[in-house]
């Protein structure tokens, strides 16, 4: 497991093993509570466990941990951000593309904050919840709690899309 500890660059997250030990790493560490990150890893080790024998079996999707929670982020990173800029001596918010980097790290904080809601809201443990958030984004199903946080994340970057019209002099 110490690979999962060196940082990456943008030009490493290409190979594929790079991408998913850099995305273990950020989501254990965002799931981590006073330093224990062994047994945090082991919470999301077998949670992911649990999702892909649940696939597996009632679904009969073939599918290995990593490709799951590379395809989870990857379906669940937005597409861009609101960025503050000064038009017509006044700040206005436009949207902005993420960096390839960004988009992994508040895609990770949605699906983390979707972990901890359902935990919450259905008394789940924290390997049930991320079974339940990891299938249920899998699928492709809007009533995942991380799903419902990307959706206010792109209804408040639509809001102040009507901005637009400030900078067309620019």
Partial sequence: MGYLKTKLTNKYLIHQKNKSSYII???VKSIMRS??????YN????????????LRLK???????I???INTVKNLGPFCDVKAVRASGRRVLVPAPFRYQRKIMVAIKFLVHGIFNCAR???YTLERSIKEELVSLYL???NSEAFQKKQEFIKNIFYNEKNLRFLRGF
């Fill in 59 to 65: 679904k009969r999707i073939k599918i290995n941990i």
């Fill in 140 to 142: 492709k199903k809007t």
């Fill in 67 to 69: 490709k799951l929670l």
């Fill in 43 to 54: 919470i999301l080790i077998n949670g992911a466990k649990k999702a892909v024998i649940f």
């Fill in 35 to 40: 330093g224990k990150f062994e047994k945090f």
């Fill in 25 to 27: 790493l950020k989501v």
């Fill in 121 to 123: 809201k259905f008394g």
